[in-house]
């Protein structure tokens, strides 16, 4: 458990949960992480005279993530431990937590090295915040095979790892999902499993939790986004999985518009149903290429920039589609483009329904006429190219060079 700064009566009530735990067999560390000295008196007071607990106090804070190490380097070299997880010190941990987990390790199959469980949304005070019906539909939300992993971050907050394959890759490292960052990377070791059952209770938006920082400020949230694309993109470029898809999105003006673009068509991969394999090559066609500078200030590890001073809009295309190397490209900046991250992806999901089926004598081409659902539109003659609309990139090639661009 790290802690840093946490309201003392949550930080009671996890501590007391994880020794209160049926199995007893373990070990507990809590890593102080620069906490004040009353929360590191506190947590003494709660930890005195039970020989499975350690506190290791560190008096600079230095994140999350190097508290981790910090634990998990003490737990690796000890023979004698089998299974790790950490929790949270705002968290409440049921008397099966433990057990459950650990039974699946022990008794699955030896190429399982992740297990993880449901758990319920508590508010400030400890009360539930799901019914009947959403602790079902978030049951099923988390039964997903491990393949799905690289899009959706649907293991949560309730896990465990068997050590011997957590030992064969670094610690945490990249804050702040430094957990979803740790589970791509442990999986490309070991399969996965799951637990339908919720064996604790996560404390939503407490007040000192890292998520509910990352919630306070644009700028902060951005960090999270950046840091969220960037784990799936080094994942995929670890397994070469290649672009699926191109944005091309030329641009004049270094507007607040341009800008709430751009946030709009990052935020596709933010939001369920995440799909995120795509790269944004961002063309600057202002005289003096004055757009790069103020969109840099938005990161994206998917994002191309290219200036091309004077050029016009058709010219960029033009370039775009010339670089996008990729099965679709889709025309961004004007117009109809998809509204949400559902119709983006059905666009993208038609698509490969078409060309899985070998039409591809039909120039076919998705498109979201009303921005709330995707249709497939069959091109008839060469035309101009449809701003939000999704083409496979041959096509849109060969329209390109039909229009002499």
Same mark, same amino acid.
């Given at each position: 458990?790290?802690?840093?700064?946490?309201?003392?009566?949550?930080?009671?009530?996890?501590?007391?949960?994880?020794?209160?735990?049926?199995?007893?067999?373990?070990?507990?560390?809590?890593?102080?992480?620069?906490?004040?000295?009353?929360?590191?008196?506190?947590?003494?007071?709660?930890? @005195?005279?039970?020989?499975?607990?350690?506190?290791?106090?560190?008096?600079? $804070?230095?994140?999350?993530?190097?508290?981790?190490?910090?634990?998990?380097?003490?737990?690796?070299?000890? =023979?004698?431990?089998?299974?790790?997880?950490?929790?949270?010190?705002?968290?409440?941990?049921?008397?099966?937590?433990?057990?459950?987990?650990?039974?699946?390790?022990?008794?699955?199959?030896?190429?399982?090295?992740?297990?993880?469980?449901?758990?319920? !949304?508590?508010?400030?005070?400890?009360?539930?915040?799901?019914?009947?019906?959403?602790?079902?539909?978030?049951?099923? %939300? @988390?039964? @997903?095979?491990?393949?799905?992993?690289?899009?959706?971050?649907?293991?949560?907050?309730? %896990?465990?790892?068997?050590?011997?394959?957590?030992?064969?890759?670094?610690?945490?490292?990249?804050?702040?999902?430094?957990?979803?960052?740790?589970?791509?990377?442990?999986?490309?070791?070991?399969?996965?499993?799951?637990?339908?059952?919720?064996?604790?209770?996560?404390?939503?938006?407490?007040?000192?939790? /890292?998520?509910?920082?990352?919630?306070?400020?644009?700028?902060?949230?951005?960090?999270?986004?950046?840091?969220? $694309?960037?784990?799936?993109?080094?994942?995929?470029?670890?397994?070469? /999985? =290649?672009?699926?898809?191109? /944005?091309?999105?030329?641009?004049? !003006?270094?507007?607040?518009?341009?800008?709430?673009?751009?946030?709009? #068509?990052?935020?596709?991969?933010?939001?369920?149903?995440?799909?995120? $394999?795509?790269?944004?090559?961002?063309?600057?066609?202002?005289?003096?290429?004055?757009?790069?500078?103020?969109?840099?200030?938005?990161?994206?590890?998917?994002?191309?920039?290219?200036?091309?001073?004077?050029? $016009?809009?058709?010219?960029?295309?033009?370039?775009?589609?010339?670089?996008?190397?990729?099965?679709?490209?889709?025309? %961004?900046?004007? &117009?109809?483009?998809?509204?949400?991250?559902?119709?983006?992806?059905?666009? #993208?999901?038609?698509?490969?329904? #078409?060309?899985?089926?070998?039409?591809?004598?039909?120039?076919?081409?998705?498109?979201?006429?009303?921005? !709330?659902?995707?249709?497939?539109?069959?091109?008839?003659?060469?035309?101009?190219? #449809?701003? &939000?609309?999704?083409?496979?990139?041959?096509?849109?090639?060969?329209?390109?060079?039909?229009?002499?661009?």
């Amino acid at each position: 458990m790290p802690v840093y700064k946490q309201k003392p009566s949550y930080l009671r009530a996890a501590i007391r949960s994880i020794l209160a735990q049926n199995y007893r067999n373990y070990k507990f560390i809590i890593v102080v992480d620069g906490a004040p000295a009353d929360t590191v008196k506190m947590i003494r007071e709660e930890m @005195q005279g039970d020989h499975r607990t350690r506190v290791i106090v560190k008096m600079r $804070n230095e994140g999350v993530a190097k508290a981790l190490n910090t634990g998990f380097q003490y737990f690796l070299e000890d =023979p004698e431990i089998q299974y790790l997880t950490w929790v949270s010190s705002d968290n409440i941990y049921y008397p099966t937590f433990i057990e459950k987990l650990r039974d699946v390790l022990k008794y699955g199959s030896e190429n399982i090295g992740l297990v993880y469980s449901s758990f319920r !949304h508590i508010g400030s005070g400890g009360q539930s915040l799901q019914t009947e019906k959403d602790l079902i539909a978030f049951r099923e %939300f @988390q039964k @997903q095979p491990k393949e799905n992993l690289l899009d959706v971050c649907f293991v949560g907050v309730s %896990f465990m790892y068997k050590k011997q394959y957590a030992a064969n890759i670094k610690g945490y490292e990249l804050e702040p999902v430094e957990d979803y960052d740790y589970w791509l990377r442990l999986t490309e070791f070991c399969d996965i499993d799951y637990v339908p059952e919720e064996l604790m209770d996560y404390r939503k938006n407490s007040p000192l939790s /890292i998520s509910a920082q990352l919630n306070r400020t644009q700028m902060q949230y951005r960090r999270w986004r950046y840091a969220f $694309n960037l784990a799936k993109q080094q994942a995929r470029n670890r397994r070469g /999985i =290649p672009f699926e898809t191109t /944005i091309v999105f030329p641009v004049s !003006h270094a507007s607040d518009e341009t800008v709430k673009k751009l946030d709009t #068509v990052l935020d596709i991969s933010a939001y369920p149903p995440f799909y995120s $394999n795509f790269k944004l090559l961002i063309y600057d066609i202002s005289p003096t290429a004055c757009v790069i500078p103020a969109l840099k200030t938005i990161p994206d590890p998917r994002i191309t920039f290219l200036a091309r001073p004077g050029a $016009n809009e058709r010219q960029a295309i033009k370039f775009g589609v010339e670089a996008a190397n990729t099965p679709y490209t889709i025309l %961004f900046g004007k &117009g109809n483009f998809p509204t949400s991250p559902y119709v983006f992806y059905s666009l #993208v999901l038609q698509q490969r329904q #078409v060309s899985n089926r070998e039409m591809l004598s039909q120039p076919l081409i998705a498109a979201s006429a009303d921005q !709330h659902a995707a249709k497939l539109r069959i091109l008839l003659a060469a035309t101009e190219p #449809v701003y &939000g609309e999704l083409y496979r990139t041959d096509q849109l090639s060969a329209i390109i060079k039909g229009l002499g661009l």
